[in-house]
Structure formats: structure tokens, C-alpha cells
């Protein structure tokens, strides 16, 4: 079973964007791991109304957050966070499974994967 937990920001924000789209019952929050990113692998957040083969689903106050069996490796002990700032607004996610993460908020390295090499950061940020 894998554990992800909502901070109250974010089942306030979800729960508004879910009502816009439809309702707690129909939808839900995806959260996705995908190739690529600044550091070797990125997140990815979308409601969503279908259930797929191998998705996993966890309920936080009312709020279903389902990821498939691949990102649920990644995911597990993850908080979903929603932040308004200056800067801008937008979910995070902490995971303590990165050994490493880019100061976009969206790609990460998992423990146990080797270092990045050390020519630098050299990406171009498109958020």
C-alpha cells in the first residue's frame, strides 16, 4: 500500500478544482512519474475520472490521489503540497525517496541512483 498525504492547502485547492470539473465522487487527483526533466525524472499532477489497469488509489480527506504501479514506487511517503507565493502557485511534491531534486519543484533523482555527473546544471527550464 502506498502512503501519499495531502496538506490541507491542497485538498482545499483540489477540492476546488475537482468541483469545477465535476465532483469528489467522479474525480480524482493523477499523480505521475514520467522520463526526463532536469534531473533524470519528473512529476506530473492531473485530475483525472478513469481508473486504469494497476492504479493504485489513497483517500485523504475526501480527496483520492491515484498513482499507477510504476510512479507508486517513487511516490511512497510523498506529501502533495499546494503553495502560493510571490513567485507563483502551484502543487509540490516532498518526497524523502530523492536523494536529489531542481529548483523547479518538478524533477528529482531517486536514492540509489548513481550522482549526477558534474558538468553542471545546463537545462533550460520550460515550467
Given amino acids: 500500500?502506498?502512503?501519499?498525504?495531502?496538506?490541507?492547502?491542497?485538498?482545499?485547492?483540489?477540492?476546488?478544482?475537482?468541483q469545477k470539473h465535476g465532483s469528489?465522487?467522479?474525480?480524482f487527483l493523477r499523480?505521475?512519474?514520467?522520463?526526463?526533466?532536469?534531473s533524470g525524472l519528473s512529476?506530473?499532477?492531473a485530475l483525472d475520472n478513469k481508473i486504469q489497469e494497476g492504479d493504485l488509489v489513497v483517500q485523504d480527506d475526501g480527496v483520492r490521489v491515484?498513482?499507477?504501479?510504476?510512479?507508486?514506487?517513487?511516490?511512497d511517503g510523498s506529501t502533495v503540497?499546494?503553495?502560493?507565493?510571490?513567485?507563483?502557485?502551484?502543487?509540490?511534491?516532498?518526497?524523502?525517496n530523492n536523494w536529489s531534486t531542481c529548483g523547479c519543484g518538478k524533477s528529482f533523482n531517486p536514492k540509489g541512483e548513481?550522482?549526477?555527473?558534474?558538468?553542471?546544471?545546463?537545462h533550460h527550464h520550460e515550467h
Avoid: W
Avoid at 500500500?1 to 475537482?18: N, W
Avoid at 548513481?114 to 545546463?122: M, R
Fill in 1 to 18: 500500500m502506498v502512503q501519499i498525504q495531502l496538506t490541507d492547502p491542497a485538498v482545499a485547492k483540489l477540492k476546488e478544482l475537482i
Fill in 24 to 27: 469528489v465522487e467522479d474525480s
Fill in 31 to 38: 499523480v505521475y512519474v514520467a522520463g526526463g526533466g532536469c
Fill in 43 to 45: 512529476y506530473g499532477l
Fill in 66 to 75: 491515484v498513482v499507477d504501479d510504476r510512479a507508486a514506487e517513487f511516490m
Fill in 81 to 96: 503540497d499546494y503553495v502560493e507565493s510571490i513567485a507563483g502557485s502551484g502543487f509540490m511534491i516532498s518526497n524523502p
Fill in 114 to 122: 548513481g550522482a549526477p555527473d558534474s558538468g553542471g546544471h545546463g
